[in-house]
Structure formats: structure tokens, C-alpha cells
């Protein structure tokens, strides 16, 4: 018997919408993607609609475009990922709450900690997508002058998931005895202390948090490159994927796929989730309609 297959469905937020346009559409909250009641409410909302996952995306910088077009953008402005999603998971029971964390501009052992807080104040909720920041303006923020070339950022980013998931590793599931009586509060045996000298990083742990509910949070990621399919091949749960067209979609799908049997992962142990920009109308022509109203509120 075919075993059942479900749709996955993950909600991409920005924090609020994709589309530059968005808080100008007649009855939007303008201030939406800042405004922490409104959030509260869309990702109740979409919770109640059974969505997996609340996704949101994150930038280290203003996004580097010409002013006279970041001007109109509402994505100037947002929540950092972990302060509004750690708010979140206390507004909500079920859904994912995934957030976007750099390997380029963060250190391994401050994004361990934070995820491992995320899936324990959210009872196992927490998503990572890893991400290789590509913005020069990223990089002038951290004291940088150029950023990384791309085949380095991608060779740092394995490393970076080889000690973030390690440290995740620092206390077995049972290290914690809490024992009143002998006044035994952990197990030292049940302690790895991780020692990791690499290429990138060195990181000696262990993590002082213990073990995330899910052991691993859930690995997101989105890189369509040659090196980022590879990484995701070796890494994800979870791929976003952007194409236009069902072939190309199906050509990226074999083709991650084929990269996961070589290495000897199972394809159920990936979720490829395409993305679209849904537009709700009573009839297609209305939905047109909206669409169209959306783009001429771009500029």
C-alpha cells in the first residue's frame, strides 16, 4: 500500500508579504511588518489554517537597491528573527517558526545557543535557514570591506553546520539527573565537550543549554547555485526553491535529489518546497485584478 503523502506548506514572511507593494493595497496595515499585534494575529491565523510553518526571512543590512526604489519598500524595517519568533511561540502551539541566520557575519556558538532556546521555548518548534550572505553593505556592517567570495562563503557554511549541529549535540537527552537527594544536578558522562579546529572556526564548547527538544532544529535552505545544491544535499530538511517553469522545477528537484542518493540520504529525509505568490480572489479575474493593483503600487 502507497503510503500517504501530505502538502507542506510553509508561509514566507518578510515579515508580512513578499511584495513591495503590499502595505499600499486599500484595508493593509501599514506598519504591519513592525507592528508585533498584527504578527501575533497572522501567524495565529495561519496556524488555525494549518500551515507548517511560519517563515521568516532576514537581511544584515538595508537591502542594497537605489534609494528611489527602497523608498517605496516596506522591507526596510523589521524584527530581528529570533526576539519576534522567541514572542511568537508563546502566541502559538503548532506551527514551525523558522528563522534566517547567517554563516558568514554570525559565529557558530551564538546560533547554536539561540536556536537550542527557540525549540525549547517553543517545545520544539524551531527551524534554521542557513543562509551565505552575499550583501557588500553586509559586510561593511561587520567591519568588513568586501564580502566573501561565493565558493568560500559556501565552504565556511559547511563547516558552520558541522559545529552548530555538534554543539546541539553537547548533552545527551537524559545528562540532566536533577537528583535532590545526592545533589547530583547533571551527569559529567553524559557531556560532550566538542574541540572543533577547522579550516573557518575553532569552537571548543560545549553548548550551555541543553539538548533542543527536536535534538536538531529543522535545517532550511534555499541555494539554487551549484554549491548550495550540494549543501543542501549534504544538510537540509527543508529547500525552498524559486523557478519558473514546471520543468525547471522538476530538473532542480532530480537534480538535489541525485546529489542526496550519492551521499546515501533517503529522499523522504528532504522536503523541496516550491514557492508562489498566491493572489486570493472570488474568480481568477478578480484575482488578476488585485495583482495587477498590487505592481502599480510598486512605484
Given at each position: 500500500m502507497t503510503p500517504q503523502r501530505q502538502l507542506k506548506l510553509g508561509a514566507f514572511m518578510r515579515p508580512v508579504s513578499i511584495h513591495t507593494g503590499a502595505w499600499r493595497y486599500p484595508g493593509a496595515f501599514k506598519d504591519a511588518n513592525f507592528n508585533f499585534a498584527h504578527l501575533k494575529r497572522f501567524a495565529q491565523t495561519l496556524e488555525r489554517a494549518k500551515f507548517d510553518a511560519f517563515f521568516m526571512a532576514d537581511h544584515l543590512a538595508v537591502l542594497n537597491m537605489p534609494i528611489d526604489a527602497l523608498k517605496h519598500s516596506h522591507t526596510v524595517t523589521s524584527f530581528e528573527p529570533f526576539t519576534l519568533l522567541a514572542a511568537l511561540s508563546q502566541a502559538t502551539e503548532r506551527i514551525g517558526l523558522v528563522a534566517t541566520a547567517s554563516t558568514t557575519f554570525d559565529e557558530p556558538f551564538h546560533i547554536a545557543r539561540r536556536f537550542a532556546s527557540l525549540d525549547h521555548l517553543s517545545n520544539g518548534r524551531a527551524g534554521?535557514?542557513?543562509?551565505?550572505?552575499?550583501?557588500?553593505?553586509?559586510?561593511?556592517?561587520?567591519?568588513?570591506?568586501?564580502?566573501?567570495?561565493?565558493?568560500?562563503?559556501?565552504?565556511?557554511?559547511?563547516?558552520?553546520?558541522?559545529?552548530?549541529?555538534?554543539?546541539?549535540?553537547?548533552?545527551?537527552?537524559?545528562?540532566?539527573?536533577?537528583?535532590?537527594?545526592?545533589?547530583?544536578?547533571?551527569?559529567?558522562?553524559?557531556?560532550?565537550?566538542?574541540?572543533?579546529?577547522?579550516?573557518?572556526?575553532?569552537?571548543?564548547?560545549?553548548?550551555?543549554?541543553?539538548?533542543?527538544?527536536?535534538?536538531?532544529?529543522?535545517i532550511v535552505q534555499a541555494g539554487a547555485s551549484e554549491p548550495g545544491r550540494q549543501l543542501a544535499a549534504e544538510t537540509a530538511e527543508v529547500v525552498f526553491a524559486a523557478h519558473g517553469t514546471l520543468e525547471e522545477g522538476q530538473k532542480f528537484y532530480a537534480d538535489v535529489e541525485g546529489r542526496m542518493q550519492r551521499l546515501g540520504r533517503h529522499r523522504d529525509h528532504l522536503k523541496i518546497l516550491p514557492g508562489a505568490f498566491v493572489v486570493v480572489g472570488d474568480t481568477v479575474e478578480e484575482a488578476r485584478a488585485i495583482r495587477a493593483k498590487l505592481d502599480s503600487l510598486v512605484h
Open positions: 534554521w535557514n542557513v543562509v551565505t550572505t552575499a550583501n557588500p553593505d553586509a559586510a561593511l556592517n561587520f567591519g568588513l570591506e568586501q564580502a566573501f567570495a561565493h565558493d568560500e562563503r559556501y565552504a565556511r557554511a559547511r563547516e558552520f553546520y558541522d559545529v552548530v549541529t555538534g554543539l546541539w549535540d553537547s548533552w545527551a537527552d537524559d545528562a540532566f539527573v536533577r537528583d535532590t537527594e545526592s545533589g547530583i544536578f547533571f551527569d559529567p558522562a553524559r557531556l560532550h565537550t566538542l574541540n572543533h579546529k577547522g579550516k573557518y572556526l575553532s569552537v571548543k564548547g560545549p553548548l550551555h543549554i541543553a539538548r533542543p527538544v527536536q535534538g536538531w532544529p529543522v
